[in-house]
């Protein structure tokens, strides 16, 4: 009976215990044990535990030290080590400061590498062939400033003006002090050009035989008088005036004619992709002086009245096709009675396009697309100091000098101009380095210099020239002939490439591998930085904001 009254009771218990529990279930939701949702310094914290409010110092201090402890950049873990000491902690942060420094001032160098010599010329792999390259343009000038008979027939039955311009030619004097008021309103340009021409031996009479590719041609069909500061003068292959001039219609110039197809050529370009095998500016046929250009000069030494020179033949000028040429001061002297041989070496200078991002006081050079000339179509450094000196010719004597770039419109200079075209001259070689300091060299030329060897002319050896010797003696060709042989000797020739010493890859190459030698540094570094200055921040930011879940 006991044992019964038991069993009854136990039942009745376990359901008031139950009861309860349900009755105090969010009184007894606090003591029940979950997993940590969170840990942070060895604390740990229940899920329906808040984590401690910190304030704006102490959440930038746990981040600094976060970071120390965990960045990949060299010692800074140290620093940020609780177990060492302060003075162990100082150290590290000197040693890391050091570092920092020391960077810092190896990329400053290479940066003033980069900035103040970002350009080099190295030596291109590839050579340019001798197809692609024109043969270069001649200028030939006979020394003698006037023939002997026209000069004496001016002195004997010529004008008083006729006169003075005889004596301008040959004497030293200036012509500021040869012309006087009263007659040099007189001596315009066109009457002086009219005594030029007269006076001057013509280009058929200089050139007594062509031979171009061993083949004989008319020399007027290959040369062109031309004007220049050395007088009357032939030219060579230059390109076509519609090629060289922007307004070839406004020149007021000899006429000239030109060998057809005519072709745009400019050092920097080259020949057109579309170019005719025989294109002018022509190409060189080939090596050796079978391929070149032959020439049979006559000095004529018995006409020579007075000269440029102290002796007697012909300046010769090698120069690019689309320069108007210098003569007077940097042509060579070939004279008579030999034959001269005359190896042609071309300077080519290309550059690369990645140059035109760098400064050009810096690179020193210009693109054709950076500088257009308001003369000449193609951009190179001679053909700048001939508008700059035309310019400041203009400006101060209100006329050029007719060998000077100039149109229609430009009053070219008399000798009533002659005291001011005089002074200037005698100023320009210390003005041009003031007025024309925005003349560079251009990034992409080609120069041409000779290699010449000569030997006396034989009287007994010149007989398969008997077409020129119809009309003169053997002794006349040999005193007053020259023979002379234009020609390459190499298929190929060197170019020089201007470049970037330093790139962007090569700055940042050269900086990544300090900052590394240095303190470990890499784009991963970066990358680590920025996380932690903005996930990160933002992240815990949010885990420490303060919750209210009964308030919106």
């Known amino acids: 009976m006991y044992k019964s009254n038991e069993i009854e009771i136990r039942p009745r218990k376990a359901t008031s215990q139950a009861a309860f529990r349900k009755d105090n279930y969010w009184m007894n939701q606090t003591q029940v044990e979950t997993s940590p949702w969170y840990e942070w310094d060895t604390k740990v914290f229940n899920s329906h535990d808040k984590?401690?409010?910190?304030?704006?110092?102490?959440?930038?201090?746990k981040d600094l030290r976060d970071y120390l402890q965990t960045s990949t950049l060299h010692g800074l873990r140290y620093i940020g080590e609780r177990k060492l000491t302060w003075f162990e902690r100082f150290f590290w942060l000197a040693a890391f400061c050091c570092s920092v420094i020391c960077a810092a001032f190896?990329?400053?160098?290479?940066y003033h590498?980069?900035?103040?010599?970002?350009?080099?010329?190295?030596?291109?792999?590839?050579?340019m062939h001798l197809q692609d390259l024109p043969f270069p343009a001649l200028t030939i000038c006979n020394v003698n400033q006037a023939k002997k008979s026209v000069a004496e027939r001016y002195i004997s039955t010529g004008s008083s003006l006729d006169k003075k311009l005889l004596n301008s030619l040959c004497a030293t004097q200036r012509d500021a002090d040869i012309f006087e008021d009263?007659?040099?309103?007189?001596?315009?340009?066109?009457?002086?050009?009219?005594?030029?021409?007269?006076?001057?031996?013509?280009c058929n009479e200089m050139l007594a035989m062509c031979l171009w590719d061993s083949r004989s041609m008319n020399c007027?069909?290959?040369?062109?008088?031309?004007?220049?500061?050395?007088?009357?003068?032939?030219?060579?292959?230059?390109?076509?005036?519609?090629?060289?001039?922007?307004?070839?219609r406004d020149l007021n110039d000899l006429n000239l004619t030109f060998p057809l197809p005519s072709v745009d050529w400019t050092p920097e370009g080259g020949y057109p992709a579309d170019a005719p095998p025989d294109g002018f500016p022509w190409k060189p046929k080939g090596i050796g002086t079978n391929h070149g250009l032959t020439l049979i000069l006559d000095a004529n030494i018995a006409e020579y009245y007075c000269a440029s020179t102290k002796s007697m033949g012909f300046k010769i000028l090698l120069h690019n096709p689309t320069e108007t040429p210098n003569i007077a001061k940097i042509g060579e002297i070939y004279g008579p009675g030999i034959e001269a041989r005359v190896a042609i070496q071309p300077r080519i200078l290309d550059a690369q396009s990645s140059l035109k991002d760098i400064d050009v006081k810096k690179r020193l050079c210009l693109f054709s697309s950076e500088k257009e000339l308001v003369f000449y179509r193609t951009y190179t450094l001679r053909n700048c100091e001939m508008e700059c000196e035309a310019r400041s010719m203009l400006d101060r004597c209100k006329c050029v000098l007719y060998y000077m770039p100039k149109n229609k419109s430009t009053r070219i200079c008399g000798k009533a101009d002659a005291k001011c075209y005089s002074n200037v001259k005698l100023t320009a070689q210390s003005d041009s380095e003031a007025s024309c300091d925005e003349c560079l060299p251009a990034c992409n030329e080609i120069a041409y210099f000779e290699r010449l060897s000569t030997a006396p002319?034989?009287?007994?050896?010149?007989?398969?020239?008997?077409?020129?010797l119809l009309n003169r003696t053997p002794d006349y060709f040999t005193e007053n002939?020259?023979?002379?042989?234009?020609y390459f000797e190499d298929n190929t020739f060197m170019r020089f490439t201007k470049g970037e010493i330093f790139g962007l890859t090569e700055f940042l190459s050269n900086t990544g591998g300090?900052?590394?030698?240095c303190m470990g540094f890499s784009i991963m570094s970066v990358v680590e930085l920025l996380y932690f200055l903005t996930l990160r921040a933002f992240c815990m930011a949010r885990r420490r904001k303060p919750t209210h879940p009964f308030l919106k």
């Not at 190896?106 to 290479?110: A, E, H, Q």
Request: aromatic content about 12%; glycine content about 4%; overall charge negative.
């Open 51 to 61: 984590p401690p409010q910190l304030s704006g110092y102490e959440s930038f201090n």
């Open 106 to 110: 190896f990329i400053l160098n290479v």
């Open 113 to 127: 590498k980069w900035r103040s010599s970002p350009m080099i010329v190295s030596i291109n792999p590839q050579n």
């Open 182 to 202: 009263d007659i040099a309103e007189s001596a315009n340009w066109d009457y002086t050009r009219s005594f030029l021409i007269n006076v001057t031996q013509p």
């Open 220 to 248: 007027q069909d290959l040369f062109n008088a031309q004007l220049t500061d050395e007088g009357l003068c032939c030219t060579f292959n230059v390109v076509h005036r519609d090629n060289m001039f922007r307004n070839p």
């Open 457 to 468: 002319l034989n009287k007994a050896l010149i007989g398969q020239y008997s077409t020129i």
């Open 481 to 486: 002939m020259l023979l002379v042989h234009f």
């Open 514 to 517: 300090l900052l590394g030698l």
